[in-house]
């Protein structure tokens, strides 16, 4: 049985939809929808793209044709939910019509912390990705060196050491080592986890009025 998608963040906003999601300006900062309400993080900075890369890297060479990884992916569900994973797995065929709404049997949803996404990241993604379908979820911890492991039966299996997942469809598992994953990485660029929310309201409030001054006639957010 499916589990319940979290209740999303508290919120006076007006919700938004999937379609006026893709009106938004292609202005850098990413921008998601969670039972409707906005989540906005700026742009990634130097340390979560190596980050990225790295492990873009590592399951790739495992992977092989055996299923797709890219950062970021799509995960969607009707009209009012849209999020962005920096990395995703999945299996082929790719679906026909080149959507991302037409994915199936997602294998894994990967979020590296940064000081504006902690929060959103592992207090509402974590849970919707599960509840969505996503087989497994890692939150990816620079500062802490660790990596987060949740799967619909277990929550924040804190893992430091080496890494081991194993998909039911490949015969080996994947491995890997933090230290050399966080190598020259966690000493940079502190999280400033005590203004984090701040950071994300005021992102929103702004990324909501730069939109409603651009949104087409006809076209409003919805309300509730």
Not at 73 to 94: A, I, K, Q
Not at 111 to 117: G, I, K, T, V
Not at 192 to 205: H, K, N, P, S
Request: net charge negative; with cysteine; hydrophobic share 40%.
């Amino acid at each position: 049985m499916a589990m319940p998608v979290p209740a999303s963040p508290p919120s006076l906003l007006p919700r938004y939809s999937v379609a006026e999601l893709d009106a938004f300006p292609d202005d850098g900062p990413r921008y998601e929808i969670l039972q409707g309400h906005l989540l906005v993080t700026p742009q990634p900075g130097v340390p979560h793209q190596v980050l990225s890369a790295r492990l873009l890297t590592a399951l790739s060479g495992y992977l092989g044709n055996s299923a797709y990884v890219v950062g970021p992916g799509e995960v969607e569900r009707g009209s009012d939910t849209h999020l962005e994973p920096d990395l995703l797995v999945f299996p082929p065929p790719l679906p026909p019509t080149g959507k991302w709404v037409d994915l199936a049997g997602h294998w894994l949803a990967v979020e590296l912390y940064s000081r504006a996404s902690r929060f959103y990241d592992h207090d509402y993604k974590r849970d919707a990705y599960l509840a969505l379908g996503v087989r497994e979820v890692w939150l990816v911890d620079r500062l802490e060196r660790a990596i987060l492991v949740s799967t619909p039966s277990e929550k924040d299996r804190r893992v430091t050491d080496r890494l081991r997942w194993q998909p039911p469809e490949m015969e080996q598992p994947f491995e890997l080592a933090l230290e050399r994953l966080f190598h020259r990485l966690s000493a940079l660029t502190p999280y400033r986890t005590g203004i984090q929310i701040a950071v994300l309201v005021t992102a929103v409030c702004v990324a909501t009025s730069s939109y409603a001054a651009t949104v087409p006639a006809g076209v409003s957010p919805s309300t509730t």
